[in-house]
């Protein structure tokens, strides 16, 4: 099993930052790739960024290219998602999730087999 814990949640006024961490922990963590995903109330899960774990490539949401950055410290298997230039329309509960085998698909949340219990960010305007 694999366990994730997401912190780093809050709220922040419009054009503020924060940074998400997603902590893994298991008997052998080993993903091909992690991603942090988000969910608005009444809305749907969305992508939001995605990252292979070995080569570092990076996917993202283009609503929030440019203002978004995913990394991770393979050390301490932890995942990042730097949000700057935060909107209103950013706020959601995110997930980190992660994917233990190889996919040609990193972005749709259907292939994900681990997920973390999620943290809150909201925006104010």
């Known amino acids: 099993q694999v366990q994730l814990v997401e912190s780093g949640g809050g709220l922040v006024q419009a054009g503020g930052s924060l940074r998400l961490s997603c902590a893994a922990s298991?008997?052998?963590?080993?993903?091909?790739?992690m991603g942090w995903f988000r969910q608005a109330p009444g809305k749907e899960r969305e992508f939001v960024a995605a990252?292979?774990?070995?080569?570092?490539?990076?996917y993202y949401k283009d609503s929030v290219k440019g203002r978004f950055t995913i990394s991770r410290d393979n050390a301490k298997n932890t995942l990042y998602l730097q949000m700057n230039s935060l909107k209103p329309e950013d706020t959601a509960v995110y997930y980190c999730a992660a994917r233990t085998r190889g996919s040609v698909v990193i972005t749709i949340a259907g292939v994900y087999d681990y997920w973390g219990q999620g943290t809150q960010v909201t925006v104010s305007s």
């Open positions: 990252i292979t774990w070995i080569g570092g490539t990076t």
């Open positions: 298991g008997r052998t963590f080993s993903s091909y790739a």
